[in-house]
């Protein structure tokens, strides 16, 4: 007779789950303190301290104090869309979103503060520019779909005419907050408008 086949392991039993809430209190914290004092000032020691966490407990989750400062960013809500149908409207609105969230959050010396360390810090740069790249993409379906309705030329470069919007929301939100007027970006959007319609887009023949 055959031998019997040798019993099986026992199944080890997982890890203990991550503690969602935990992870987001620590992230919660690193934001607090990014707004504070910045990416230069931020140390994975202040966090710990403030979320009552060990610095082994933070490393497992975020190996680099780049990857921790990201994933805090992006506990900033993200825009959406909540289109009208009217172009001029989807602007001010998307532009009104943008508003509640610098006054609600530590946006205003978060992202400045980012940035600047992005200049000589390429991984943070590189994580930096994925995050962004992925909370823009809102505004630039909003002119796809302006484009589609015909609200616009086909052809116009949506990424490009979203930078025409967004470069005065930003400019006013970090050297001019006081004067963040949803009226005045109502007129800009006009304007913005009435360009690209002006403007034929290219079609790329020499």
Do not use: C
Not at 59 to 75: G, H, N
Not at 100 to 117: D, F, I, K, N, W
Request: proline share 6%; aromatic share 6%; net charge positive.
């Amino acid at each position: 007779m055959a031998a019997a086949a040798p019993p099986k392991p026992a199944k080890r039993s997982p890890g203990r789950p991550r503690d969602k809430s935990r992870e987001k209190a620590i992230l919660q914290q690193t934001l607090a303190i990014l707004g504070e004092v910045g990416f230069v000032g931020l140390t994975v020691d202040a966090v710990a301290a403030r979320a009552k966490a060990s610095k082994a407990t933070i490393y497992r989750r975020w190996s680099t104090k780049e990857e921790l400062a990201i994933a805090a960013f992006d506990l900033l809500p993200e825009l959406e869309l909540d289109e009208t149908g009217n172009l001029e409207d989807d602007i001010v609105g998307y532009i009104a979103q943008y508003g509640g969230v610098l006054r609600t959050t530590p946006l205003r010396s978060v992202l400045p503060s980012l940035v600047a360390e992005a200049m000589h810090n390429r991984d943070l740069s590189d994580k930096l520019h994925q995050t962004v790249a992925r909370r823009r993409r809102p505004g630039v379906r909003l002119i796809e779909h302006a484009v589609e309705r015909g609200e616009l030329p086909a052809g116009t470069d949506a990424e490009q005419a979203h930078e025409l919007f967004i470069g005065p929301m930003l400019n006013r939100s970090f050297f001019d907050h006081e004067r963040f007027s949803i009226d005045d970006f109502r007129t800009m959007a006009r304007v913005v408008i009435a360009g690209l319609r002006a403007i034929k887009p290219s079609t790329g023949a020499g």
